[in-house]
Nanobody, 122 residues
Framework: QLQACGGGLAQPGGSLRLSCVVS????????VGWFREAPGKDREAVAC????????KYADSVKGRFSISRDNAKNTMYLHMNNLKPEDTAVYYC?????????????????WGKGTLVTVSS
């Protein structure tokens, strides 16, 4: 499973960094995705990366504010969230996919772990 952590309370315009540790049988994945689920809304892709192939895709709503980085030695992916907005409030998840191209559909991902809550409020 992948475990997302690092959520918390941030003020509008603030920043948070989420971490996702990839371990166990998920090591042989082709891509990792960050997703979020706000109350009453469907789970949506925020940022997806295919490290093996160098592909990267961000949701339009977070472009220019969120970015992904990775630490291969630690098997950890990060989601850097800057200039946070109240509409970014959601539970954030990371998951892995064996797809060899960038995919943003949640059903194409597995190894979902518990999410981490991000609340953006003044």
């Amino acid at each position: 499973q992948l475990q997302a952590c690092g959520g918390g309370l941030a003020q509008p315009g603030g920043s948070l960094r989420l971490s996702c540790v990839v371990s166990g049988t998920t090591v042989n994945y082709n891509g990792v995705g960050w997703f979020r689920e706000a109350p009453g809304k469907d789970r949506e892709a925020v940022a997806c990366i295919s490290p093996r192939y160098g592909s990267l895709k961000y949701a339009d709503s977070v472009k220019g504010r969120f970015s992904i980085s990775r630490d291969n030695a630690k098997n950890t992916m990060y989601l850097h969230m800057n200039n946070l907005k109240p509409e970014d409030t959601a539970v954030y998840y990371c998951a892995a996919t064996v797809a060899i191209v960038i995919v943003t559909t949640p059903k194409l991902y597995g190894n979902w772990g518990k999410g981490t809550l991000v609340t953006v409020s003044s």
